[in-house]
């Protein structure tokens, strides 16, 4: 039987380099994908420092469409088989929709969306195949109208429906599949969206280690979503108290005040 691997996209930082961190530390051979080859090596080398299995290093653009071809051929290359797979690779920006770089957001979507869901669906037969688990990053925006950054929350609407449904439909073939949905977390993510983190950043205060924590505990309790931190599990609560053009003044106003 072929070695298995715990596939992680976005391992080059924030919140991918502790799950990556988190998953070799519970004796996961880690694949560690990213554009930023001399991070994945730093970090393939802490790991094997720490004990850990030496992780296979991918330095892609997931923004290509031919990412999924190129993990999939360093994947047979090396003779491993996908066991986990975690989606942690994406980004947002910050502004208005209609007044930002189109390209940029489109690129946006091919992160978040595109090549979240061809890796899910590109390596499912092999999940099943070892009954392992699949772990996408989305947010609390998932659950939000985002005006100020409509894409990005948009994306990550995508990332909770699609992960709810994959846990429906693979939890029969013995799959677990689990959303993890921080809230904000102080990574190099507010730098590359244009804004400086504020006060919610502040009172919620997760760690990016207690964000992989807790998500790579939600996994394998095969829990259908993970909302890291308690100020953060009341925001679907309000969702169901206040009305959505509430909700949506609400969020809007947040962002005006970045």
């Not at 990556?20 to 694949?31: D, K, M, N, P, T």
């Not at 595109?114 to 037969?125: E, G, H, I, Q, V």
């Not at 992989?212 to 993970?226: S, T």
């Amino acid at each position: 039987m072929a070695e298995r691997v715990t596939l992680i996209t976005g391992a080059s930082a924030g919140i991918g380099t502790e799950l990556a961190r988190v998953f070799a530390s519970h004796h996961h051979r880690v694949a560690l994908v990213a554009r930023r080859a001399e991070r994945l090596d730093a970090l393939a080398e802490e790991i094997v420092a720490a004990g850990g299995a030496k992780p296979l290093v991918i330095a892609c653009d997931l923004r290509q469409p031919d990412a999924g071809d190129t993990i999939a051929a360093a994947l047979a290359e090396a003779g491993v088989e996908v066991e986990y797979l975690v989606n942690n690779a994406g980004y947002g920006l910050f502004g208005q929709a209609t007044e930002l770089d189109r390209g940029a957001q489109l690129g946006m979507i091919d992160l978040n969306v595109r090549a979240l869901t061809d890796l899910s669906l590109r390596f499912s037969a092999s999940v099943i195949k070892h009954h392992g688990g699949i772990l996408n990053v989305a947010s609390i925006a998932g659950f939000l109208p985002g005006p100020g950054m409509a894409v990005y929350y948009a994306s990550k609407a995508f990332v909770l429906s699609f992960t709810e449904a994959l846990h429906a439909e693979l939890g029969r073939h013995g799959v677990r599949v689990t959303a993890l949905c921080p809230g904000p977390v102080l990574t190099e993510f507010q730098q590359h969206a244009g804004f400086e983190p504020g006060f919610d950043t502040a009172v919620l205060n997760v760690s990016p280690a207690d964000v992989a924590r807790q998500g790579f505990e939600g996994l394998m309790a095969n829990k259908r979503a993970v909302l890291p931190g308690l100020g953060i599990k009341i925001v679907p609560l309000l969702l169901r108290i206040f009305p959505r053009g509430f909700v949506l003044a609400g969020v809007r106003r947040v962002q005006q005040r970045r």
